[in-house]
């Protein structure tokens, strides 16, 4: 594999990662109205995107040169290549233009359709959350685990609301309403920032359609390396490019998914 152990690649991604998230943390207070695009309804692209991106495909480039790129900003043309990046230089974008947090960095590093490694940083919490193949994920050097609550009961879950909601969407939030009275739900405003609240264990579960490979890739690995466990709306495995994750401690997800993603 490449001429980097895997650790150590790990450690440049961290780094490469926290460099990225620094700049985003200092550009944004300088973001103005009109420097901010729309890429549909609620969905915003700015300056800051686009270079941070152009900044992570710089550096990722020179660490690993035979890998190819799987980005949100189009920043490079994706080619299937043995390796690829995945990455997202700024999820949570809408948090970020309303001077609003949390915001992150996303990059993981997939083989052949397996996931490597994850990183995922916040840089105003400053929190650095990662993991490599077959080993305890960690945050800020620390290992990590998933909650041990085994029922939706006083669970505290996070969700999100795609930008185009369909009606099995609409569906699942009906669902979610009606279990409002017996847990706690939020939205943060960042898929990967969310599904890693579940993997050191702040959240318990956290459910999302419409999203993108760059959104879950590296924090759903980092998850399933904290004990938790990721699943499609169907129970299947088809998550990160199927566009709709249920990511959960693992104990209540049979749950979640009965009374809230496919009851009927």
């Not at 290549?81 to 974008?93: A, E, M, N, R, S």
């Amino acid at each position: 594999m490449m001429n980097y152990p895997i650790h150590s690649l790990c450690d440049e991604v961290c780094r490469i990662a926290i460099t990225t998230g620094k700049y985003l943390k200092e550009q944004q207070q300088k973001i103005d109205t009109s420097s901010i695009e729309m890429k549909g309804a609620r969905n915003y692209v700015t300056y800051v995107d686009k270079e941070a991106e152009r900044q992570l495909v710089t550096a990722l480039s020179q660490l690993l040169p035979e890998a190819g790129f799987l980005t949100e900003e189009a920043t490079v043309e994706f080619v299937e290549k043995q390796y690829v990046w995945i990455i997202d230089p700024l999820d949570g974008t809408t948090n970020y233009v309303h001077k609003d947090t949390p915001y992150s960095v996303s990059i993981a590093l997939m083989k052949e359709r397996k996931i490597l490694l994850g990183v995922v940083f916040d840089p105003v919490a400053d929190e650095l959350y990662y993991a490599v193949e077959n080993e305890n994920a960690r945050l800020n050097q620390k290992p990590i685990k998933v909650s041990e609550k085994n029922m939706l009961q006083n669970g505290y879950i996070g969700f999100g609301i795609p930008y185009n909601l369909t009606a099995e969407g609409e569906k699942i939030l009906q669902n979610a309403l009606h279990q409002f009275k017996k847990c706690s739900f939020r939205i943060k405003g960042s898929a990967a920032i969310e599904i890693c609240y579940v993997a050191c264990g702040r959240s318990d579960a956290y459910f999302h359609s419409a999203l993108s490979p760059w959104d879950v890739a590296a924090a759903s690995f980092i998850l399933k390396c904290a004990g938790g466990r990721c699943t499609d709306f169907s129970d299947g495995d088809n998550y990160i490019f199927g566009k709709e994750i249920v990511a959960s401690n693992g104990y209540l997800h049979q749950e979640l998914m009965n009374e809230i993603i496919r009851k009927q």
